[in-house]
């Protein structure tokens, strides 16, 4: 009780800071001036370098803020966290086919990194080489796993433009087709698989809109911060370094 009030308090007070900062920001956006340093804020926020006119006309609006703070409630509320058993969510294959739990991919002692993302993030799109690229390098020390979860930039929600046209998934089929559009585009050398309609894995990892895990032996042993900013696929590459070189110490809280 005590738990659930704080949080819904770390909510509302979160809320109202959001409110605050994007009204302040509204403004400053309309000042010739001061537009180059929200530009520098919003690619340093991102981690990546976003066409100015893909992103200005959505900044600070409705749409954005819903995102944030569905992102803000799902921090507050996830279950998953550094040093805990994992938990063990239920995921659907690609094909709608077939039902798994998430641990059933955690293989004796090795290291399972776990990817959640969507197609329709940039900063996902972007980066999606880079996780490859640490797939290949390490899949003789570790398996890896990419989660797609709700959008973070639905046509129905906080649309950018020039960007992948998916609107926000209402059936399990709609989900399964966006991670198949994925699939057409990147071929994946990890196992794929969609999050439920329930959003059960999105709710206890907070992985939208991009998060990365590392479990072993069902305990969480890297947990990042919440992306696009802490998406840091490089602590994740260190992380396995160390795990390759000192495969009974490798431990890393995010």
């Known amino acids: 009780m005590i738990y ?24 400053l956006k309309l000042i ?6 929200i530009s520098e804020f ?27 703070r569905s992102s803000m409630l799902l921090e507050l509320q996830k279950t998953a966290s550094w ?26 002692n090795r290291p399972l990194v776990v990817n959640f993302g969507s197609w329709t993030c940039p900063v996902f799109r ?30 129905n929600g906080w649309k950018l433009e020039n960007n992948i046209t998916i609107p926000q998934h209402q059936t399990q089929e709609e989900r399964c087709s966006a991670a198949k559009m994925m699939l057409d585009s990147v071929e994946f050398i990890c196992p794929v698989l969609a999050d439920t309609m329930t959003n059960e894995a999105n709710k206890a ?26 998406y840091n696929l490089k602590e994740v590459r260190q992380w396995l370094q160390n795990i390759r070189i000192h495969p009974k110490t490798a431990r890393h809280r995010a």
């Not at 659930?4 to 403004?27: D, E, I, N, P």
């Not at 010739?32 to 340093?37: A, E, G, K, R, V």
């Open 83 to 108: 040093g805990k058993i994992a938990p063990d969510s239920q995921l659907i294959s690609v094909d709608g086919k077939s039902s798994y739990r998430l641990l059933e991919f955690c293989r004796g």
């Open 42 to 68: 919003v690619n340093k926020i991102s981690t990546i370098q976003m066409p100015r006119e893909d992103y200005w006309d959505s900044l600070f609006t409705w749409p954005m803020l819903s995102s944030k």
């Open 126 to 155: 972007t980066r999606v080489n880079e996780f490859l690229s640490i797939v290949r390098e390490f899949r003789d020390v570790a398996d890896f796993l990419t989660i797609y979860v709700e959008e973070a930039h639905p046509t």
């Open 4 to 27: 659930s009030t704080c949080m819904f308090l770390c909510y509302y007070l979160g809320t109202s800071v959001l409110l605050l900062a994007f009204t302040v920001l509204r403004l």
């Open 205 to 230: 990892y907070a992985g939208m809109p991009i998060r990365l895990y590392i479990i072993r032996r069902n305990q969480i042993q890297y947990a990042g911060g919440m992306g696009p900013t802490f």
């Open 32 to 37: 010739p001036c001061t537009q180059w340093i």
